[in-house]
């Protein structure tokens, strides 16, 4: 596939693997860093592009999530331009006032392909029925992570990291049609709005360049014929995931990552057959319940707590 792709988008170097992205990071001069990686893995990515005068744009919001402070305390101003969609959403409704004027952040979900389900029915979905996402077309672990609402969870703390406002003044809002890609409430009552056809190229122009509107990214919305965007609250006894990374997100140091190595390790054995959809987040819950976090969060802790996670999901999926 890499010769395949090389050959389409000619490309002066190529590399496979962790230790290949690192190498290409510090061998190749760049304006500009895309972190596309599916993982915690990408977190050396991450602090590594952060060493460089390069900016990141970052698709990899795992790296950002484990890592917490320890990228937040690498990135200098302007150089982190998220690539997630309702973040570069929130970023550009951010432009509308200062930061003591944001009263809340409403970060949208399409609530995946299970909205409006029963727990009961969830029993028995097979890794095909969560890969079938209603409005976006994407890679095996995010498209679960939305049937679950793991990746609500996993943006929300990635909204508090990127721009620090309070767990608690950060909501999630199910919107089907993925067309509003996040709001920012202000003070005055006003709340700005970003919204665009569910197509990740506008979040990824705007991450190649943050200062410069290209000429048509995505199609244009069509106000010709009607159309009703919806939104609705999230079923939070359905879908706990976004309940529980706000307390793993307050909790800080290496909750984080705990909760997202849980779900990797479970994200997979739902696709090996191993588990039960349902099982995925009861595992991610039993871990961080039982986790006891190292007083401070350093690269060592990180890596012997992700470890200890998965080893702890890898005994409970058996
Ligand atoms: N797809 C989307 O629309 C969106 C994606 N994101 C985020 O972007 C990231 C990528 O998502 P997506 O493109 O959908 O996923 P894909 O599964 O399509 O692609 C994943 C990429 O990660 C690479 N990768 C996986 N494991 C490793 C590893 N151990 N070492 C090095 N590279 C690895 C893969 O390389 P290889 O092919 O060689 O295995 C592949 O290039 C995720 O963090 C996701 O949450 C965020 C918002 C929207
Ligand atoms: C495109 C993007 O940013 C994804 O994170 C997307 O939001 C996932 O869809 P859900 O809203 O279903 O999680
Ligand atoms: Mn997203």
């Not at 290409?24 to 005068?53: K, R």
């Not at 359905?238 to 309940?243: G, N, S, Y």
Request: with cysteine; glycine share 6%; aromatic share 4%.
């Amino acid at each position: 596939m890499l010769a395949q792709q090389s050959a389409r988008f000619p490309a002066a170097r190529t590399a496979l693997g962790i230790d290949g992205a690192i190498d290409l990071i510090h061998d190749v001069a760049a304006d500009v860093i895309l972190n596309a990686i599916t993982g915690s893995v990408g977190l050396s990515a991450t602090l590594a592009a952060l060493d460089t005068p390069a900016r990141l744009a970052l698709a990899n919001k795992e790296s950002l999530v484990v890592g917490g402070a320890l990228v937040r305390e690498k990135v200098r101003p302007g150089q982190l331009q998220p690539v997630d969609s309702e973040h570069c959403a929130i970023l550009q409704a951010l432009r509308a006032g200062t930061h003591d004027e944001v009263r809340r952040l409403i970060v949208t979900a399409s609530g995946g392909p299970f909205r409006g389900r029963t727990r009961d029915s969830l029993g028995e979905v097979m890794p095909a029925d969560a890969l079938a996402h209603p409005t976006w077309n994407m890679g095996q672990v995010i498209t679960t992570n939305s049937a679950t609402l793991v990746n609500e969870g996993l943006e929300v703390i990635e909204a508090h990291l990127l721009f620090d406002i309070d767990y608690d003044a950060i909501d999630v809002v199910v919107h089907p049609q993925s067309i509003v890609h996040s709001m920012v409430e202000f003070i005055d009552g006003s709340t700005i709005a970003q919204a665009s056809v569910p197509d990740m190229r506008l979040a990824i122009a705007l991450g190649l360049d943050p200062n410069r509107r290209m000429q048509p990214v995505t199609p244009m919305l069509d106000w010709t014929t009607s159309s009703s965007w919806t939104f609705e609250p999230l079923d939070n006894e359905l879908f706990p995931a976004v309940e529980l990374a706000k307390q793993v997100g307050k909790a800080g140091a290496t909750y984080p990552a705990v909760y997202n190595a849980a779900n990797e390790v479970a994200v997979h054995a739902f696709h090996d057959r191993a588990i039960s959809f349902l099982s995925i987040v009861e595992i991610v819950q039993r871990v961080v319940e039982v986790h006891d976090a190292p007083g401070e969060l350093t690269l060592a802790s990180l890596a012997d707590s992700e470890s200890w996670a998965r080893a702890e999901a890898t005994t409970l999926k058996s």
